[in-house]
């Protein structure tokens, strides 16, 4: 598992849509829980959402298993 905002600007999961990724999303406030794949940002990448996003939620990446 890893953190979006973690990983380098140019990194390939950063500029991969949400919709391709297993990813989460965590709120920083309220520790919920979400799938942003089902949400209108999906085909969004990392690098192009708005601070909003960036400053409130956390996007978790789970790495699949060879």
Known sequence: MKLLHEMPVDHPARNTAL?????????????????????????DTYNRLNDSWRNNFDFIVYEQQS
């Open 19 to 43: 919709v391709n990724l297993d990813v989460r999303i965590r709120c920083r406030h309220t520790k919920s829980m979400r799938d942003p794949r089902t949400w209108k940002i999906k085909s």
